[in-house]
């Protein structure tokens, strides 16, 4: 079955730049999504199509793609921004949505 | 506004069948598919399936292909995830979220989730 290969944390100092990766076979064809999900909480949309920010998403987010790795980056972190981020695409047929195991941001 | 309203949280043993509900509103339920994805205790999400509530078009992953069933009344507006031989392994929460037009990927919509627990 398909699958997304992301690190399980990441930790940054506030302020500094957060890159979470997420590597895929089925990159560039399928769109790469992102969520964030803080304890106790529903998962929220953070990135969409690859690097679209939905309304009310602050700047800091975006996200990239390279080949068959995509990336959200996340400046100027802040203490709010520490929870769980998931990648989300599908496999090349389009048929099958999967996530990525998940990272965990810690903002030291 | 859209919101996804989920039933409440259950309590059931294994061996027992349970159905539990997402119901939409706020926007056109037919139009739009919507998705379910568990999360064990202290783990990731994971993709179960979806639907669209106009056809009734369903999708599994390969995981859950057999063990559950989704289905949409849209005469109520609701969606359904339905076991019918609980394990205790299927202990969870559950959500259903709503698909951004057109995709079956990007879901922009959730609900508030519904935890399954079950003992052996």
């Known amino acids: 079955s398909y699958e997304l290969t992301q690190p399980p944390s990441v930790s940054v100092s506030p302020g500094q730049t957060a890159r979470i990766t997420c590597s895929g076979d089925?990159?560039?064809?399928?769109?790469s999504y992102w969520y964030q999900q803080r304890p106790g909480q529903a998962p929220v949309v953070v990135i969409y199509?690859?690097?679209e920010r939905p309304s009310g998403i602050p700047e800091r987010f975006s996200g990239s793609s390279s080949g068959t790795t995509v990336t959200l980056t996340i400046s100027g972190v802040q203490a709010e921004d520490e929870a769980d981020y998931y990648c989300?695409?599908?496999?090349?047929?389009?048929?099958?949505?999967?996530f990525g195991g998940g990272t965990k941001l810690t903002v030291l | 506004e859209v919101q996804l309203v989920q039933s409440g949280a259950e309590v059931k043993k294994a061996g027992e069948s349970l159905k539990i509900s997402c119901k939409g509103s706020?926007?056109?339920?037919?139009?739009?598919?919507i998705g379910w994805v568990r999360q064990m205790p202290g783990k990731g999400l994971e993709w179960m399936g979806i639907?669209?509530?106009?056809?009734?078009?369903?999708k599994y992953s390969p995981s859950f292909q057999g063990q559950v069933t989704i289905s949409a009344d849209k005469s109520v507006s609701t969606a359904y995830l339905q076991w019918s031989n609980l394990k205790a392994s299927d202990t969870a929460m559950y959500y259903c979220?709503?698909?951004?037009?057109?995709?079956?990927?990007?879901?922009?919509?959730w609900g508030q989730g519904t935890l399954v627990t079950v003992s052996s």
């Open positions: 979220a709503r698909g951004m037009s057109g995709s079956t990927s990007c879901y922009t919509y």
């Open positions: 706020g926007y056109r339920f037919t139009t739009y598919w």
């Open positions: 639907i669209y509530p106009g056809d009734s078009d369903t």
């Open positions: 089925a990159f560039p064809k399928q769109y």
């Open positions: 199509k690859d690097s």
């Open positions: 989300q695409s599908a496999d090349n047929s389009g048929t099958y949505v999967v």
